[in-house]
């Protein structure tokens, strides 16, 4: 049974070690990925926005820029264009060359079978040749057209093309072209810049996300450590709780369970012995009583008689102890969920008292109910719990009562409450003692108790009875020697 027992806690031990082992673990790493993660692509979309940006802006505008030299020339070179001209002239060149001064653009003006009429490129002395491009032929086909393309070496270049008109005819087109390794060079230092700019990025929130989950992840080092200690019911570590968060909130949650799981521990183990010593004094009586009938030596039928008779005295006891304890772990296993039902409460205290009516006579005291002439509609109580409680104090009242005397059980209506007291002209029950007298197993008066068959758990049937429903208990002096107790339940009164 211990091995098993000490097995299955440290199962259970090691479970919980690694279920907050691999959540830790994991949790620091799944916090830091997620961060980078979400930086890496917001960064990677930023740039790629702006190089987009920057790429169409630096290239339209050139684009613009050469459609508006282009247009230019060709309306220049419309005007001067005579009918007999084949090959270059001199005209042709000035007008281009004016134009495109200053600038490293390349000037091509061709005819309609793309006969080269003027290149300001004269190293490639084209003039008279054939020279033909996409964009001449779309040009010559009524569309000013641009477009970004690679050279024969590689280079970028933007070409455009535009239509000369005269008299409504198309007789050649102006195409111009220009290397843009330079717009190319300039976004090729912006993207790097950007990179090392998000590098950067990423390595400070990397190391910020790790301090990050370091601070938020290094409490659960101790939750986990508690919880160990819990699990292997150690309940003497506490969090150690800083500041107002919700990490806090747990800390100070698991400290709170703590603090009632060593309360719990600590009722069990005194409820465990108290019990074990209660049960061990009727037992240690009977074997005494064994022992006497062995060792006697020609014992008579009427001392033997004696000794069985004393024997299922102690027997009863033992029974009387067992029944209580019972009642009191079926209280405890049902919590706060009685079986409610509607109930009369006059009927009630009526039944308790035609119990006990035979007890208390025995002694010669008397037992009087008032009901104050209300009239009482049905209260919602478990009623055979309520009813151990009221006849548990009814019975102490009797058994604590000098003879001869009375005991008054008043039930009156109060403020969304019935009250239910009863009032007995006894010793009372001294100041420090009101509250123990509900715990399991007090007896103020040890021996005068077991003899008039106390178990000491009456009382803490009757409070957890009552506090079940909602309601309390309570116990006060009474004028006149003699003690007051007083059961209080909610009632909401609909006759
Ligand atoms: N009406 C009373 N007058 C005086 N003492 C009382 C009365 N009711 C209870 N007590 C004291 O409270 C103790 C606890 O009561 P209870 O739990 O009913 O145990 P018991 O089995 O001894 O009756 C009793 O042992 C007794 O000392
Ligand atoms: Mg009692």
Known sequence: MVTITARTKKKSSAKIKNAFGSVFSSMRFTMLITYLAV???????????????????LYSGEAVDMLAKANTISAMLSENWEPDI???????SDTVDNCLGGTNIRGVVVNTSYTVMCDTN???????????????????????????????TGMKLITVAVPINRDGNIIGCVYLAESIENISGTIKSTRNSLIVFCVLILVLIG?????????????????????????RGDFSKRIDVRGHNEISQMGEALNFMCDELSS???????????????????MAGIKLICDSLVSAENPDMDMVKEFLGDMSDEVDRLTRIVERLLALTKLDSEGTAPDIEDADIK?????????????????????????????????????????????????NA???????????????????????????????????????????????DDSRARDTGGTGLGLAIAREAVLAHGGEITVSDADGGGSIFTITLPYSNKK
């Open 347 to 395: 009927l009630l205290v009526d039944e308790v008292v035609r119990k006990l009516n035979p007890i208390a006579a025995a002694r010669s005291v008397v037992l009087g109910a008032d009901y104050h002439d209300i009239e009482f509609g049905p209260i919602r109580i478990d009623y055979d719990k309520i009813y151990e409680a009221v006849y548990n104090i009814v019975d």
């Open 122 to 152: 004269k190293e490639a002395q084209l003039i008279g040749k054939v020279f033909m491009r996409d964009v001449m032929r779309s040009a010559l086909g009524g569309e000013q057209v641009e477009n970004i393309s690679d050279d024969e």
């Open 398 to 444: 009797i058994k604590y009562s000098p003879e001869g005397s009375n005991i008054n059980i008043d039930l009156i209506e109060g403020n969304g409450v019935i009250n239910i007291s009863v009032r007995d002209y006894g010793p009372g029950i001294p100041e420090e003692a009101r509250e123990k007298i509900f715990e399991r197993f007090y007896r103020l």
């Open 86 to 92: 084949t090959v270059s002239d001199a005209r042709f």
């Open 264 to 282: 719990l521990e600590e009722k069990r183990r005194k409820f465990v012995s108290d019990a074990s010593h209660e049960l061990k004094t009727p």
């Open 207 to 231: 190391m910020l996300s790790i301090g990050m989950s370091y601070i938020i992840t290094s409490p659960v080092e101790d939750f986990i450590d508690v919880a160990q200690r819990i699990s």
């Open 39 to 57: 930086i890496l692509i917001t960064l990677v979309l930023m740039c790629a926005y702006v190089i987009g940006l920057l790429s169409e802006n």
